[in-house]
């Protein structure tokens, strides 16, 4: 008689550790800060490596037993993690998943001008008003059409607007074609650097549109040309004949 008692005691254990670790997780998953259901939100259980996905209104159901680590992950929410707790048969859980938040630190853009862009805004800051004046064309007004011509005031500030736009550009093709990219290509230096530059002048054209491997190239290749000139090592030889003379 006691050995059948002790029979139905350990069939009645085996029976309640059955139903406390073979169970079922069902549950629903919701956005933390709407309470709107989440749908295709994947439920996976780590140990038992088995996954379903939340259904329209964000319910699952899955197996698993007391213990298990159970992973909520969908895209662009943080994933939860959560410990399945004890129950008898199925276990209950609501989770609420939370937007990440993407946030930069505060910055202030300012664009990287180059010191010819910066020296020109300041130029053009400076002669505003001359830069500004137009010629007046309209023959509806012929008097002032024929003042403006004969003005002397009105022809100097023509004057300057044409001298000011020549040397802008200069100085744009100056910032390009530069002493230092020269030198670098090509090796030459003082009178020398100068006198080839002066032969070979870069067009505003070109140097607006050119990269600056384009650059380089269009240097070396005048380089070659100036190698070839009589006139190089004239200058050379002559410079060394006067160096020789001084000594």
């Known amino acids: 008689m ?4 002790r029979l139905y005691f350990l069939i009645f254990l085996a029976i309640t550790s059955v139903y406390a670790n073979a169970q079922t997780l069902k549950g629903i998953v919701e956005d933390g800060e709407t309470g709107k259901p ?3 939100v994947s439920v996976y259980n780590a140990k038992t490596q088995q996954y379903v996905y939340t259904n329209e209104i964000g319910a699952f159901s899955l197996p698993a037993s007391k213990g298990d680590l159970i992973s909520f992950s969908f895209v662009g929410y943080k994933t939860q ?6 129950a008898i048969g199925v276990a209950e859980m609501h989770i609420d998943l939370f937007r990440l938040s993407y946030q930069l630190d505060e910055f202030i853009y300012r664009p990287k001008y180059s ?7 300041e130029r053009k800051s400076t002669y505003q008003r001359a830069l500004a004046r137009e010629r007046t064309r309209s023959i509806m007004s012929p008097v002032t059409l024929l003042a403006d011509k004969l003005s002397k005031n009105s022809k100097q500030i023509y004057r300057f607007q044409k001298s000011f736009n020549y040397w802008e550009d200069a100085k744009f093709i100056e910032s390009r074609y530069s002493t230092q990219l020269v030198q670098q290509m090509t090796g030459l230096k003082g009178d020398t650097l100068a006198h080839f530059m002066n032969s070979y002048p870069m067009p505003y054209d070109y140097a607006r549109v050119a990269s600056d491997l384009e650059l380089k190239m269009w240097v070396r ?3 070659r040309e100036w190698m070839k000139n009589p006139v190089y090592p004239a200058i050379i030889q002559t410079t060394d004949s006067t160096k020789a003379q001084s000594q």
């Open 2 to 5: 006691k050995t059948l008692k």
């Open 38 to 40: 989440l749908a295709a």
């Open 81 to 86: 993690t959560k410990l399945v707790p004890a």
């Open 115 to 121: 010191p010819y862009q910066l020296d020109s805004m």
């Open 221 to 223: 290749e005048r380089y």
